[in-house]
C-alpha cells in the first residue's frame, strides 16, 4: 500500500477518501489532484542540503525558492555559522528536482522559522562528520579537536596542529555514527548558532546577486536556451466566460517557419510552435479568431455575490471563526456603537517578470527549466501533462523576478511540456505581461460589514463581524470542480487569516463565507492577512474616534497579556514616530498593527491630503517589528522597507475590474502601482529579546 504524508492523509480524511481509516491511494492516481507540499521539514532531512567539495568550499542546495525576499542569504549564514567558514567559501545553489527531496512550498514567510533548525542541524551534522575524520586523521582524541578561529574553514588540537577541511575530503576513514548522540550534539550546536549568529550579524555578507541583478548577467527562467528548440504558444479563450472557438488555420500552416498549429476544441485553445520566436510572434498576430463567448461575466455579477450585507440580511454565513459571549453583564455602562463596511477588490500578482519555461519532452526523461515557489510541484503537475511517472521528470530550478504567491503554479511549463510533447522537440513557451494578467489566478475580492460597541472610557464590548470573499488555498487554481465541492464544507486557513480581533471584547462572532465565482483565486501577498486587518484596525480607528479617544492609547488599553508582543511594538512605534507631536497643515498620522505568523508589527503612517484636489502623498512611515531573532538586519529591513511600499500601491493604487468576461488590466498602464515617486521616508526599528 503506498505511503501517505501526514499533509495528505490529513486532506484525504477532509474529503471523504479515508472513512475507515484503510484506503488504496494508487487506485485513485488518476482521480486525485496533484496537490504542493505543505509538510514541515524534519531536522534530518537538512543533512542532505550541504555538502563539502573537494576544494575546501561548502555547496549549500538551498531548500527555498529566491524571489527577493533574501531567504537563501538568512540560511546561508545558518550553514557559515555551523561550519565557520566565510561568505565566500559557500555556494548557494537553487537545486533541482533531482538534486534534492521534496519540501514545503515557499510560502508564507516561513523560510527562517521552518528551516533554521534543519539546516542548522545539517551544517553542525556536517561539521561534527568531519572533526571525527581530522581527529583520526591527525591521530588524536575527538576531544582535541576545535574549530579553528576567524571563519577558516579548518581544525586545531590543542597543540597546535591544524587541518582544512578540504584535506578531510579524499581521507579514507570509516566514520561510526551513533544516530541519538549525533542528533543531541547537532541540535545543541544548531541551539547555540543563533547566539553565535547574533554576535556575527553586522559582517557583511557579499551579496553578489545583486550584482549579476543589475548588470544583467542574473539567468532567469526566461534566458534558459536549449540547441535546436522551438517557440510555442497558446492562444487561450478569455479566463471565465462558457467560450468555443473557431478559427482557420490553413494560411499560418502553410508557412515555413510554422512546425505545428492546431485548435484543441475540449480545452478551447489554439496551439501553435514556430522556428523562431520573432516568427512565433509574427504568426499569432496573423491568427484571426472568435471565441464563441457567453455568460460574460461582469463587475456587478461580482459585486452582487460578494455582498456581505445581503447574507447578513439572511443569517446565512458558511464557517463561524469564533463565537465567545461573556457570562457578566454590561448592559450599565454607556457605550458607542459603530457600524461600518470595508471592501478591498480583486488585485493581480503583478511580478516583473512574467513566467516562462522551457520543456524537452523524452520518453524517457522529460527536462524542465522553469521558475516557480514549489519546483516538484511543478515535476508533478508536468508529469500528469505529459502522462509520465514523476520520477522521470526533473526540474531545473531559476531565481524568480517576483512572485507574491502567483508562482506556485507554472503555467508556462505546462503549456510548454504539452507542446513538446506534440512535436518531440524541445519548446520555449514565454508568457507576455498581457497573459501575466488576464489568465493569472488574482487576490479574491473582501466585503467585511463589522457592528462593534466601545464603552466611554474606552473598553471593546462587542464585535460582530462578517464578510464575504472567496478560497484562497483550496482554490480553483490547484483543484478540480469535484474536490471542491468536497472542500467547500471545510474552513481552510487563506481566506480568514488575520480576521480575528486581538483585542480583549467580551462578546465576539466572527462569520464569513468564502464563494466560489468563475475568477480563479490564489494566493497574493499574505493571503487574507491584508484585507482582514484593513477591515478591523479601521474599525478601532473608527471606536476611537466615536468617543474622542487616542487611537493609540485604546488599542494599547485593549491587548490582554497574552498580547503583550503587540502591545510593545505599538508603544515602541509610537515613541519612534513622535505620534503626539504636532503636524504641519494638511498632514495626519494612522497607526495599525497585528500578528502575522509569530511576528508582531505596529506602523505609523504620515499622510499629506491636499487641499485642492484630495490627492493623498504618503510622506513618512514608522515601523516597529518584532519577528524573533533577526538573523539578517539588512535584509530584514529591507523586507519590511519592501512590504510598507507594497502597502502604499495596495491601498492607494491597486484593484482589478471585471468587464465582458475578463479582467481590464492588461498591463502596468491600465493597473497603477506604487512607483519611486510614491516612496516615503521609512524608518525601522527591530525589537528583538534573549532567547526568541
Known sequence: MQQINSSRRKFLIQTGWIATGVTVVSGCAGILPVLPNSDLPQTVEGETWIQLLPSGKIRFLCPRAEMGQGASIGLTQVVAAELNVAPEDIECVMPSTDEIASVKLTVGSESISDFFIPTAHG????????????????????????????????????????????????????????????????????????????????????????????????????????????????????????????????????????????????????????????????????VQ???????????KNLDDIMDANKYRQDDDFEHTLFEAHSSESFQQDPTKKVVARYTTPLAAHAAIEPRSAVVQYGEDKTIVWGASQGTHFVRNRVARVVGQDKQKVVVHAHRLGGAFGGRILCQAAEEAALLSKLVGKAVRVQWSREDEFLHNSVQPQFDHLIEATVTLDGYLRNWEQCFTTSPIIFSSAVLPTYLQRIVDFTQEDGSPRCALPLYTIPDVRVRYSDIRTPIITSAWRGLGALPNTFAKECMIDELAASIGMDPLALRIKNLGPEYQRLAEVFEAVGKLSGWSAELAPHHGMGIAGTIYKETAVAVVAEVYVSPTDNQIQVTRVWCAQNCGLVINPDQVTALIEGNIVWGISAALKEGLQVKDGQFQSANFDSYPMARMSDTPEINVQMIEHEGE
Open 123 to 286: 551544517g553542525a551534522a556536517l561539521c561534527e562528520v568531519l572533526k571525527q575524520r581530522a581527529a583520526l586523521q591527525l591521530g588524536v582524541d575527538i576531544g582535541e579537536i576545535n574549530l579553528a578561529p576567524q571563519e577558516s574553514g579548518a581544525f586545531v588540537t590543542r597543540s597546535g596542529m591544524r587541518i582544512d577541511y578540504k584535506d578531510l575530503v579524499s581521507a579514507e576513514v570509516v566514520v561510526v555514527e551513533g544516530s541519538d548522540d549525533k542528533e543531541r550534539s547537532t541540535l545543541g550546536r544548531a541551539t547555540a548558532a543563533q547566539q553565535h549568529l547574533r554576535e556575527n550579524r553586522n559582517l557583511q555578507w557579499n551579496r553578489a546577486e545583486l550584482i549579476e541583478i543589475v548588470t544583467g548577467r542574473m539567468t532567469f527562467s526566461r534566458d534558459a536556451a536549449v540547441t535546436d528548440m522551438l517557440y510555442g504558444q497558446i492562444l487561450k479563450a478569455p479566463p471565465f466566460s462558457k467560450s468555443s472557438v473557431k478559427v482557420d488555420l490553413g494560411s499560418i500552416q502553410s508557412q515555413l517557419s510554422v512546425v505545428m498549429a492546431r485548435v484543441d476544441e475540449k480545452k478551447v485553445q489554439i496551439q501553435i510552435v514556430c522556428k523562431s520566436a520573432f516568427d512565433l510572434a509574427s504568426v499569432v498576430r496573423e
Open 289 to 299: 479568431v472568435q471565441w464563441g463567448l457567453a455568460d460574460l461575466y461582469q463587475q
